[in-house]
């Protein structure tokens, strides 16, 4: 088995790879930027990281894994959340995040060195001012990031 490069993915590939391979999520609208994680020339994951969608957690210095995906790739989640972390940093963002599923153990997160910051109960983005059509799965989530200083 070869080593895992890091390769610049553009939104449309990134979305692609999302598409044919992501359990329950669909396309980003907008990024910061996007990376692959290719074995052997081949794309096995890519990592879509934009503004945070919590308007509390966008500061101008945060920036947020939307959407993470393999094919199953062994350790493909965490080198591709490392690869993210030092991108932003190397970006001049200082802190990054992501939400993960209540009953996801979160270990890529851990093995990237990322920690549990905090969780939030799963709802719904429509409000009577504003209906919106939910597309993803309405259930708690987890917070997980890191920082400059770690």
């Known amino acids: 088995m070869g080593k895992l490069v890091v390769e610049r993915l553009s939104l449309d590939e990134a979305n692609e790879f999302v598409r044919v391979h992501h359990r329950h999520h669909g396309n980003v609208v907008g990024h910061?930027?996007?990376l692959g994680a290719s074995l052997g020339g081949e794309i096995v994951g890519c990592a879509i990281v934009g503004r945070p969608v919590s308007r509390h957690l966008d500061d101008g210095v945060t920036a947020e894994v939307t959407r993470l995906c393999t094919d199953g790739t062994r350790n493909c989640c965490s080198f591709l959340y490392g690869a993210s972390s030092r991108a932003a940093f190397a970006l001049g963002f200082k802190r990054i995040g992501t939400y993960i599923c209540r009953d996801e153990p979160g270990v890529s997160l851990?093995?990237?060195g990322w920690r549990?910051?905090?969780?939030?109960a799963g709802r719904s983005w429509s409000v009577p001012s504003r209906p919106r059509v939910d597309r993803h799965p309405l259930q708690a989530r987890l917070y997980f990031g890191t920082s400059v200083h770690g």
Do not use: D, I, K, V
Request: net charge negative; proline share 0%.
């Open 32 to 34: 910061l930027f996007s």
């Open 110 to 112: 851990a093995a990237a």
């Open 116 to 120: 549990q910051l905090g969780e939030t």
